[in-house]
C-alpha cells in the first residue's frame, strides 16, 4: 500500500512539532513525557521558551497565504502548514512527519496525481528531486485536478528545504485566457519590450496579415512598422498616453512595404518578468478609403469631380481665416455660361453633360494649387483665388478663363461654342465673409452678362441697386407676358417701285404699368437671358400668322426670330405649327434671322433653315451690314430677302460711304436674286436714293411707325388715299 512506502524517522524538530499542521505540542504531552529530575528545571524553562517561540512561529507560518513545507537535509517532512495541505489535498494524507517528500510524490506519480509525470514517471521524479537540493529559480507543478502550484525552494544551514507553494491556478487561467485572446484574435496583435521596444511576440492575425514571418518580426522595433511620418509621437502613443490620439490614423508598413492605416489601441502589461507593450493594430485602410470617398462625394460635385458648394464654402471660410492671420488677398469669381440652357435643351443632358465636364477641366486647368474650382449647380461655377494681392493677377485669371473657354469643345462629332460671363468679388475691399463676397460676385456676374456677355466685371456697390432694377424688369417680363401684356405691333414694308404695301413687320411692344412702352431692343436681349424667348417668339408667330391671315391675301407678314429660338429647338415644329393653325398660306411667312444665327453651330441652322424654307415660307437676312462677315453668310443660305440695317439709310445723307456699301448690296442682291429692303427710310431723298439704286422694298417712319392689329385696316385704307401707295 502506498503508506508502506512511507518510513518514519525520528527527528529532532519531529519530536518538537506535531505530525499534524497547525497542531504544536501540548502542554498536556510534555506532562506525559517521564518527570525530570529537579536539576533540568532550567532545561523545562528553556524548553518551554522553545515551546513559546515554536507556537509563534507555528502561529506565523499558519498565517502565510502560502503554503510552507521544511524538509530536512534527507527531504523528510519536518514542518508544513494548513495552506501547504490544502493545496495538495489530493496528496495530504501522505504527509507525516519523517516521511520522505520523494516518497509521497512516488505515490501520488503512481495515483496520477501528477499529468506532466505522466509517461515519464521516473525522469519526472528524478527531476523533482534534483531540483528540490539544487533550487535556482520557481516553477510550476501541475496538478491532476487542474491546478498549477508555483513552487520556491531554498536551502536551508543544515542542508534541509524551506519550500513555499502559491496556487498560481488563477493567474494561468488568465495567461491562458490572455494568450487565448492573443492568438486565435482575428486583430492583429503584437507585444513589444518597453524598454527597447522589440518586438517579442505577434498574434498569427498579425503575421498573416503584415507577411512578415514571425523571426522577423522579432528584430524589429514596433517602430520599424511604422510609416517614418508617424515617427514624432509614437512614444506617447505606446507610453499609454494614447488616449490623446484617440481616433487618430497611423500609418503601418507590410512585408511587401506596401503601407496601411491602422487605429492602434496600446497598453502596459508585464509578460514574465518584462515590462512591454501590447497593441492591437486594426487595420482601417478600406474604412479610411470608403469614408474618404464618402466625404468626396459630400464634397464634390459627381459629374465634374470639382468642388460642391457645401465644399467651397468651407474652404473659402478656411481660407479667410487664415488670411486674417497672413493679410493675403483672396478673390471669389462667379462663371457662368451664357448659353448653356439652349445647349442643354437642343442637344440633350448628355451632351451637356460631356461639356460640363471638359468645360470643368478647362476652368480647373487655369488655376494654380491653393486655388479652388467650384460646380455651384447647373452651369454656374466659382473659383476662389487664395494670394490674390493684385487686381493684375485677378483679371489675368478672369481673361483666361473666359478665353480657355472660349475655345470651341466638342461633343457628339459637333462644334459647341460657349461663351462666359464672370462676377469677381475681392477680400477685403469687397467682403470679409464668404457669404457677402460669394453675393457680391454674383451680382457683378449679372453685371457681366448685362455688359453683353463674354466678360467679365468687378463687384461695385451700386451694382446691387441695378441689379435689383433688372431683375425686377425679369420679373415683370415674365408677368406681361403671362397676363397677355405684350402687344404685337405692325409695320408696313411698301414696294419702292410700284409703291405698293407689300407686307408688314411684326415688332413687339410692351406698355409697362409704371414705365410707359418698353423697347423691344432692351426687353429682347432680357427675355433671350432669362430663357423667356422661347415661348415668346412662339407666342408672336401664333398670334401674327393669326392676325395675317385675316388681311388681304398679297400682304405678307415678316417676323424676327431670335437666334436663342434656334438653340432651343423645334423652330420647324413651331413654325408649321403656326401656319397649320392660322391657315395663312407658307409663302406670305418672312422669318427674319440675323447673322449672329448663323455665326455659331452652324451645320444644324442651315438644315432647319432649308427645311422650313422647303414649307414655302421666305427667310430674309435681317440688319444685313452690321455683322461681321455678311458676304459669307449670303453664300451659306440661299435667303430670299435683304434687309440693309437703318444705320447704312440714315448715312445716304452724310456722305459716299453709306451709299456706296448700299451700291454694293444691291449689285450682290441682283446677282444672287434675293429681295433687297431698306429698313427705316424716314425721308423722301432717302426713298429717292434706295429707290434709285434699285431698292426693291421700303420700311420706315416716312410710311407708318409700327401699329397696333386693330389699325392695320385704318393704316391700309390711308395708304391706298396716298394716292401713291395702294394695297395689291
Ligand atoms: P428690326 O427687326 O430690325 O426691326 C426694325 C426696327 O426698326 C424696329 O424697332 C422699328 O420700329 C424700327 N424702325 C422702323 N422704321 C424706322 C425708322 O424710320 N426710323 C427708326 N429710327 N427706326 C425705325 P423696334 O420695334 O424697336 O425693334 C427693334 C428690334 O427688336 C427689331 O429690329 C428686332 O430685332 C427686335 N424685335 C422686335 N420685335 C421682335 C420680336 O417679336 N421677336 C424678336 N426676336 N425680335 C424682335
Ligand atoms: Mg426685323
Ligand atoms: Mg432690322
Known amino acids: 500500500m502506498a503508506h508502506e512506502l512511507l518510513r518514519k524517522s525520528p527527528n529532532s524538530m519531529a519530536s518538537v512539532v506535531s505530525s499534524k499542521p497547525s497542531r504544536l505540542m501540548t502542554r498536556r504531552r510534555l506532562a506525559a513525557m517521564p518527570k525530570l529530575p529537579k536539576r533540568d528545571d532550567e532545561f523545562m524553562q528553556r524548553l518551554e521558551r522553545a515551546e513559546a517561540t515554536n507556537r509563534q512561529l507555528r502561529e506565523a507560518i499558519d498565517m502565510l497565504p502560502q503554503g510552507v513545507v521544511v524538509l530536512d537535509s534527507e527531504g523528510r517532512y519536518v514542518l508544513w ?16 512527519i519523517g516521511v520522505r517528500l520523494e516518497d509521497t510524490l512516488r505515490i501520488g506519480v503512481a495515483r496520477g496525481d501528477y499529468p506532466e509525470a505522466r509517461g515519464r514517471e521516473e525522469q519526472w521524479i528524478a527531476e523533482r528531486v534534483r531540483r528540490l537540493y ?14 498549477c502550484i508555483l513552487i520556491d525552494e531554498r536551502l536551508t544551514t543544515d542542508g534541509g528545504v524551506v519550500g513555499l507553494r502559491v496556487d498560481i491556478s488563477e493567474l494561468k487561467e488568465r495567461e491562458a485566457s490572455f494568450r ?66 484617440a481616433g487618430q490614423t497611423w500609418r503601418h508598413l507590410k512585408a511587401d512595404a506596401t503601407s496601411i492605416d491602422v487605429a492602434i489601441y496600446a497598453s502596459s502589461i508585464t509578460q ?33 469631380g470639382l468642388a460642391n458648394r457645401v465644399f467651397l464654402r468651407k474652404r473659402l471660410d478656411e481660407m479667410l481665416a487664415s488670411r486674417k492671420r ?13 448659353n448653356f440652357k439652349i445647349i442643354n435643351d437642343s442637344m440633350g443632358h448628355a451632351a451637356g453633360d460631356s461639356l460640363l465636364q471638359q468645360l470643368s477641366e ?33 483679371s489675368s485669371v478672369a481673361q483666361r478663363i473666359i478665353d480657355v473657354l472660349r475655345e470651341p469643345f466638342r461633343v457628339d462629332d459637333q462644334t459647341i461654342n460657349v461663351t462666359t460671363s464672370v462676377g469677381i468679388a475681392l477680400c477685403p475691399s469687397d467682403g470679409e465673409e464668404a457669404e457677402v463676397l460669394l453675393k457680391n460676385a454674383d451680382l457683378a456676374l ?13 463687384f461695385e456697390a451700386e451694382m446691387n441697386v441695378r441689379v435689383q432694377a433688372r431683375r425686377k424688369i425679369e420679373a415683370d417680363l415674365h408677368q406681361a407676358f403671362l397676363n397677355g401684356g405684350l402687344e404685337i405691333h405692325y409695320q408696313p414694308l411698301v414696294s419702292l417701285s410700284s409703291r405698293e404695301v407689300s407686307g408688314f413687320e411684326a415688332l413687339l411692344r410692351w406698355p409697362h404699368p409704371e414705365r410707359g412702352y418698353i423697347p423691344p431692343s432692351e426687353f429682347i436681349p432680357i427675355a433671350e437671358e432669362c430663357g423667356l424667348i422661347g415661348s415668346i417668339t412662339d407666342f408672336v408667330l401664333q398670334r401674327a400668322c393669326h392676325d395675317a391671315a385675316r388681311w388681304p391675301k398679297k400682304a405678307r407678314l415678316a417676323v424676327n426670330m431670335s437666334p436663342q429660338r434656334f438653340r432651343i429647338g423645334n423652330v420647324f415644329n413651331a413654325v408649321s405649327d403656326a401656319l397649320r393653325s392660322s391657315g395663312l398660306e407658307p409663302s406670305r411667312l418672312e422669318l427674319e434671322i440675323t447673322e449672329a444665327l448663323l455665326l455659331e453651330n452652324s451645320e444644324s441652322v442651315l438644315t432647319i433653315l432649308h427645311a422650313i424654307r422647303s414649307l414655302g415660307v421666305r427667310i430674309s437676312m435681317d440688319d444685313f451690314g452690321t455683322g461681321y462677315s ?19 439709310v440714315r448715312g445716304i445723307g452724310f456722305g459716299n460711304e453709306s451709299q456706296a456699301i448700299i451700291r454694293a448690296i444691291m449689285g450682290l442682291g441682283s446677282s444672287l436674286g434675293m429681295t433687297i429692303t431698306a429698313e427705316g427710310i424716314e425721308t423722301e431723298s432717302e426713298q429717292e436714293f434706295l429707290r434709285a439704286v434699285g431698292c426693291d422694298e421700303g420700311q420706315g417712319f416716312l410710311y407708318s411707325k409700327a401699329r397696333p392689329v386693330t389699325e392695320v385696316p385704318e393704316l391700309l385704307d390711308m395708304l391706298n388715299q396716298q394716292s401713291q401707295f395702294r394695297l395689291v
Open 630 to 648: 455678311s458676304l459669307s453668310y449670303l453664300r451659306m443660305f440661299p435667303f430670299d430677302k435683304i434687309k440693309i440695317d437703318g444705320s447704312f
Open 81 to 96: 502548514n494548513q495552506q501547504y495541505a490544502d493545496i495538495y489535498k489530493k496528496s495530504a494524507d501522505l504527509f507525516e
Open 180 to 245: 487565448m485572446l492573443f492568438e486565435a484574435n482575428p486583430v492583429p496583435m503584437f507585444v513589444a519590450r518597453r524598454e527597447d521596444k522589440v518586438i517579442l511576440s505577434a498574434n498569427r492575425a498579425a503575421i498573416r496579415h503584415y507577411g512578415f514571418a514571425l523571426e522577423d518580426l522579432r528584430t524589429k522595433t514596433l517602430f520599424d512598422l511604422h510609416h517614418p511620418a508617424d515617427h514624432q509621437n509614437l512614444e506617447s502613443l505606446y507610453d499609454g498616453r494614447a488616449d490623446q490620439f
Open 362 to 394: 478647362r476652368i480647373q486647368g487655369t488655376l494654380r494649387k491653393d486655388d479652388i474650382a467650384a460646380r455651384l449647380g447647373g452651369d454656374e461655377f466659382a473659383v476662389v483665388l487664395a494670394n490674390a494681392n493684385h487686381a493684375v493677377e485677378v
Open 446 to 458: 449679372y453685371q457681366a452678362k448685362g455688359d453683353g456677355k463674354g466678360c467679365y466685371r468687378y
Open 272 to 304: 514574465g518578468q518584462t515590462p512591454a507593450i501590447l497593441f492591437a493594430a486594426i487595420d482601417i485602410t478600406e474604412r479610411k478609403a470608403a469614408e474618404a470617398k464618402v466625404a468626396y462625394l459630400a464634397h464634390h460635385d459627381a459629374l465634374t
Open 326 to 338: 497672413s493679410g493675403a488677398g483672396v478673390a471669389v469669381l462667379c462663371i457662368d455660361l451664357d
Open 134 to 147: 539544487q533550487p535556482k529559480e520557481r516553477h510550476e507543478q501541475w496538478i491532476s485536478d487542474g491546478r
